[in-house]
């Protein structure tokens, strides 16, 4: 009577028990040179194993990665953060309406990452990099030197849910951001410490106060992350090709915004917008802050911004990207920052800022994952017709 080890590995391969044998025997020189990777590099490991026949398989296909010794040219990166289970079938994050719909129908190992990558025939690549900046930093850092890739001219389309500012948006809008700010490089004081004719408790690093809109920062030291100017002639068309979409309406979200008497947009029907959007792991809220972060942006870039999402990832995103453009792996000019308003940054009149902070969001948040897909995904189709125009003109 066959083991089921090898019933098992019959039916996955198809292969009479001799064949399976001899895998068998391949395998178990396999992982002996899997034991010697302290010795050697993980791509020259890969490599010994492709040649020894054992490649990557994937959703029934293989890894690209083993495909030929070009890497594979990819059109576009789809950035997601955050997902909550499985990458189909379950409730979704950012990323599982992408999986399910656009659809990537390969899924590709990733170490250096949090969750495998997923790839489509057109070209197209989907990452989730895990909540928060260092997240983020880290796996496109990783993405950007795999070897199995090249990003050299990817469009980048970072789409996720965001915090929005009622002062300028509604639940479910969809944000395309010119600059992306960081609000966690600062100093802060405990807000009950704050001196009396401040505003709030975070100024710039090396400043001696909070620093309002139209005041110089001043001569101390600073980081050359803070903020990251988008390439505005691609966001502008990109927001020109996607500003008539209609986004999803949802009945729980009309009740919270109806709350914010006094904020005339966030009573709005959700709309695409071009706004700014500010970066820090901390899940900053409440009203001073809001006020906070609308003079940050501005000080940060210039009085034409204007600060409209709240996120927990994208300026390690662009650090990361900045980056890989110095290595030639990326082009910094080819990022767009998509961000979807799934809660507000501030209470409505009569609300505590802990209520609110700590308040469900509508609908878990559905109806901005819904728009980030379906604005991103316009934008995607949109870019790729760039590709396709382009080696049109190639072939003439």
């Not at 955050?82 to 719909?101: N, S």
Request: with cysteine; glycine share 10%.
């Amino acid at each position: 009577m066959k083991c089921l080890g090898t019933v098992m590995r019959e039916i996955a391969f198809g292969l009479p028990t001799p064949m399976i044998r001899f895998c068998k025997m391949r395998f178990e020189v396999g992982s002996y040179l899997i034991r010697g990777a302290n010795c050697l590099s993980r791509l020259t490991m890969a490599c010994l194993l492709t040649a020894a026949g054992f490649g990557t398989v994937a959703s029934g296909k293989t890894d690209p990665q083993f495909a030929g010794d070009e890497p594979l040219l990819i059109k576009a990166v789809v950035v997601t953060m955050f997902e909550h289970g499985a990458p189909t079938g379950d409730r979704p994050g950012e990323m599982q309406l992408w999986v399910e719909r656009y659809p990537f129908s390969q899924m590709l190992s990733f170490e250096g990452g949090v969750r495998p990558l997923w790839y489509s025939t057109d070209g197209v690549l989907l990452i989730c990099t895990g909540g928060g900046i260092a997240n983020a930093t880290a796996s496109i850092l990783a993405l950007g030197v795999d070897a199995r890739f090249d990003l050299s001219e990817a469009y980048w389309v970072i789409a996720g849910i965001a915090g929005g500012d009622p002062l300028d948006v509604s639940l479910g809008s969809a944000v395309w951001a010119r600059q992306v700010v960081d609000g966690d490089l600062a100093y802060e004081i405990d807000a009950r410490e704050i001196p009396d004719d401040w505003p709030y408790g975070l100024l710039p690093l090396g400043a001696t106060r909070p620093v309002r809109p139209g005041q110089p920062i001043g001569d101390g030291w600073s980081v050359d992350t803070v903020s990251f100017q988008l390439n505005e002639v691609l966001v502008t068309r990109i927001y020109e090709a996607t500003k008539d979409i209609r986004l999803p309406v949802s009945e729980s979200a009309e009740k919270q915004g109806a709350l914010y008497k006094g904020y005339p947009r966030a009573q709005e029907i959700p709309r695409v917008r071009l706004g700014e959007t500010l970066a820090a792991s901390t899940y900053w809220h409440g009203e001073k802050l809001n006020e906070w972060a609308n003079d940050w942006v501005v000080v940060q870039s210039d009085a034409s911004k204007n600060f409209m999402t709240s996120n927990m990832e994208d300026s390690g995103t662009l650090t990361a990207i900045r980056r890989l453009d110095q290595m030639r792996r990326a082009d910094l000019d080819r990022v767009l920052v998509l961000r979807t308003v799934s809660n507000f940054t501030m209470p409505p009149p009569g609300k505590s800022a802990a209520w609110s902070a700590t308040s469900p969001y509508p609908d878990a948040g559905m109806q901005a994952i819904e728009a980030a897909y379906i604005v991103g995904s316009a934008a995607v189709k949109t870019l790729l017709q760039d590709w396709a125009d382009k080696e049109a003109d190639r072939s003439h």
